[in-house]
């Protein structure tokens, strides 16, 4: 059952959810860069939700971009494909900053590869059309989508094929765009839209054809009129709405986004569809659009490379499986007084412990934090404010499911709806107590799940 929510003031919003400081202007103004092509790129065999993949390179192998090398026949997968042209080499095993130990493709790259512009211009500019679409019909639009590899580009990482799939029982009636790009720090998608928005307009077209949806929305924070005002000009006479959210963290979390823009509240347990709403990332639509209008698969994405540790933050296009090192060497390198790397932003990213790592189509950011930043008070014994439970989005207890993580009672994890939690952090963000709320129920979680 669709159910609408306005709110006390008559405006649609969210309970809970927090306003830290946004940062968004040390990158902002970059405009995106193609990361110069790096000697080696390490692809990592799975950066999806779902089965891994099987690689199907041999070494000395040659490969050109955009070559398959990674498949698998799960249904919940998505293949990958080369990023560079080059060698492969002997697959490998490579640990992400998730902690997670998966098998990877290393590829030597060749003296031939396209220039900057060459590759900017292919992602970005050029025809993309926003009407005469009929010709896409929806199962071609899907298997081109998954054909692509296309995964949740706003870090989820979920195979996007699965998402346009009909469900005679759950018709969509919406397409959800996500442009809200909460997460302090990180401006990609902010960029994106500035630079490219006939792309993103192009694939949210081609999207809503392939799940049935006949309204399409574009929901942007109101902390980025540029990106508003850009989309708004692109997508007159397309029948697409963009839609100004009020700027609060975890305005871009997938449930928050729909109640917020469209009063529409996803029941705990149920998904998206259940209220007749396809959720897609800004990036996902852009990369959606060029692989079916250019038949090009996703080998690259746009990294916000940022924070106060870093010498020069930019917006790079990077492709897939390039080090965090080499973009942050692109970007000055860091500053002397660095204190951790992170991959994504600082409410939801993973400290990363070794910058050889790739980063794989998830990786939405590298945030670069000085010591300020990380200084926190010690950890002191809760004091029962509540202030926890007014700032979780999903109206949960998070001090109760974080302390019974952390004595490892799995039965009352469940009982305090452990897997409700989206493990946005505004929990540890306002305790005054400083304990460590998200990170224990993200540890509980994964203690649970090996039980």
Same mark, same amino acid.
């Not at 969509?172 to 997460?183: P, Q, R, S």
């Given at each position: 059952?669709?159910?609408?929510?306005?709110?006390? #003031?008559?405006?649609?919003?969210?309970?809970?959810?927090?306003?830290?400081?946004?940062?968004?202007?040390?990158?902002?103004?970059? /405009?995106?860069?193609?990361?110069?092509?790096?000697?080696?790129?390490?692809?990592?065999?799975?950066?999806?939700?779902?089965?891994?993949?099987?690689?199907? $390179?041999?070494?000395?192998?040659?490969?050109?971009?955009?070559?398959?090398?990674?498949?698998?026949?799960?249904?919940?997968?998505?293949?990958?494909?080369?990023?560079?042209?080059?060698?492969?080499?002997? &697959?490998? #095993? &490579?640990?992400?900053?998730?902690?997670? %130990?998966?098998?990877?493709?290393?590829?030597?790259?060749?003296? !031939?590869?396209?220039?900057?512009?060459?590759?900017?211009?292919?992602?970005?500019?050029?025809?993309?059309?926003?009407?005469?679409?009929?010709?896409?019909?929806?199962?071609?639009?899907?298997?081109?989508?998954?054909?692509?590899?296309?995964?949740?580009?706003?870090?989820?990482?979920?195979?996007?094929?699965?998402?346009?799939?009909? !469900?005679?029982?759950?018709?969509?009636? $919406?397409?959800?765009?996500?442009?809200?790009?909460?997460?302090?720090?990180?401006?990609?998608?902010?960029?994106?839209?500035?630079?490219?928005?006939?792309?993103?307009?192009?694939?949210?077209?081609?999207?809503?054809?392939?799940?049935?949806?006949?309204? /399409?929305? /574009?929901?942007?924070?109101?902390?980025?009129?540029?990106?508003?005002?850009?989309? %708004?000009?692109?997508?007159?006479?397309?029948?697409?709405?963009?839609?100004?959210?009020? $700027?609060?963290?975890?305005?871009?979390?997938?449930?928050?986004?729909?109640?917020?823009?469209?009063?529409?509240?996803?029941?705990?347990?149920?998904?998206?569809?259940?209220?007749?709403?396809?959720?897609?990332?800004?990036?996902?639509?852009?990369?959606?659009?060029?692989?079916?209008?250019?038949?090009?698969?996703?080998?690259?994405?746009?990294?916000?490379?940022?924070?106060?540790?870093?010498?020069?933050?930019? !917006?790079?296009?990077?492709?897939?499986?390039?080090?965090?090192?080499?973009?942050?060497?692109?970007?000055?390198?860091?500053?002397?007084?660095?204190?951790?790397?992170?991959?994504?932003?600082?409410?939801?990213?993973?400290?990363?412990?070794?910058?050889?790592?790739?980063?794989?189509?998830?990786?939405?950011?590298? $945030?670069?934090?000085?010591?300020?930043?990380?200084?926190?008070?010690?950890?002191?014994?809760?004091?029962?404010?509540?202030?926890?439970?007014?700032?979780?989005?999903?109206?949960?207890?998070?001090?109760?499911?974080?302390?019974? #993580? %952390?004595?490892?009672?799995?039965?009352?994890?469940?009982?305090?709806?452990?897997?409700?939690?989206?493990?946005?952090?505004?929990?540890?963000?306002?305790?005054?107590?400083?304990?460590?709320?998200?990170?224990?129920?993200?540890?509980?979680?994964?203690?649970?799940?090996?039980?």
């Amino acid at each position: 059952m669709v159910t609408t929510d306005t709110g006390n #003031s008559g405006k649609r919003n969210f309970a809970g959810g927090v306003h830290p400081s946004g940062h968004k202007g040390l990158a902002a103004d970059s /405009i995106i860069e193609v990361l110069p092509t790096p000697a080696t790129v390490t692809i990592p065999m799975s950066h999806h939700i779902g089965a891994p993949c099987e690689a199907l $390179t041999k070494p000395k192998q040659e490969l050109a971009i955009g070559e398959l090398i990674g498949s698998s026949k799960a249904f919940i997968s998505a293949p990958i494909h080369a990023s560079v042209n080059g060698v492969a080499g002997m &697959v490998c #095993s &490579v640990t992400l900053p998730t902690g997670k %130990r998966v098998k990877a493709v290393p590829v030597k790259a060749a003296e !031939n590869q396209p220039d900057a512009r060459e590759v900017y211009n292919d992602f970005f500019k050029g025809d993309y059309p926003t009407s005469g679409l009929e010709q896409y019909v929806p199962e071609a639009i899907t298997e081109a989508v998954k054909s692509a590899g296309i995964t949740g580009m706003g870090g989820a990482t979920f195979p996007t094929f699965v998402k346009f799939l009909k !469900n005679e029982k759950k018709p969509i009636d $919406t397409l959800l765009v996500n442009g809200c790009e909460c997460e302090p720090y990180l401006t990609s998608d902010y960029r994106l839209m500035v630079e490219a928005p006939l792309a993103v307009l192009c694939g949210a077209l081609l999207a809503a054809r392939a799940c049935g949806a006949r309204n /399409i929305v /574009i929901a942007i924070e109101d902390n980025k009129p540029l990106a508003i005002d850009a989309m %708004r000009r692109a997508a007159k006479s397309t029948g697409i709405t963009i839609m100004e959210l009020p $700027t609060k963290y975890p305005q871009g979390s997938e449930k928050q986004t729909i109640l917020s823009a469209l009063g529409r509240r996803v029941p705990g347990g149920a998904l998206p569809l259940d209220v007749g709403v396809v959720v897609i990332n800004v990036g996902t639509a852009s990369t959606i659009a060029r692989a079916v209008t250019r038949g090009k698969p996703l080998t690259h994405r746009i990294v916000s490379v940022t924070g106060d540790g870093i010498k020069h933050p930019k !917006n790079i296009l990077a492709p897939i499986g390039a080090s965090y090192a080499d973009l942050i060497e692109h970007c000055g390198g860091l500053t002397d007084d660095t204190a951790r790397v992170v991959s994504g932003g600082p409410m939801m990213g993973f400290t990363v412990g070794d910058l050889t790592s790739p980063i794989t189509k998830g990786t939405s950011g590298i $945030t670069v934090l000085v010591q300020q930043d990380v200084e926190a008070p010690p950890e002191t014994n809760c004091v029962r404010c509540g202030k926890c439970v007014d700032a979780c989005p999903m109206n949960l207890v998070p001090t109760r499911i974080a302390l019974a #993580s %952390r004595y490892r009672q799995w039965e009352l994890t469940d009982t305090y709806h452990i897997s409700s939690c989206i493990e946005c952090g505004c929990c540890s963000y306002v305790c005054p107590a400083n304990i460590p709320l998200v990170q224990l129920i993200k540890t509980g979680k994964a203690l649970k799940t090996k039980k």
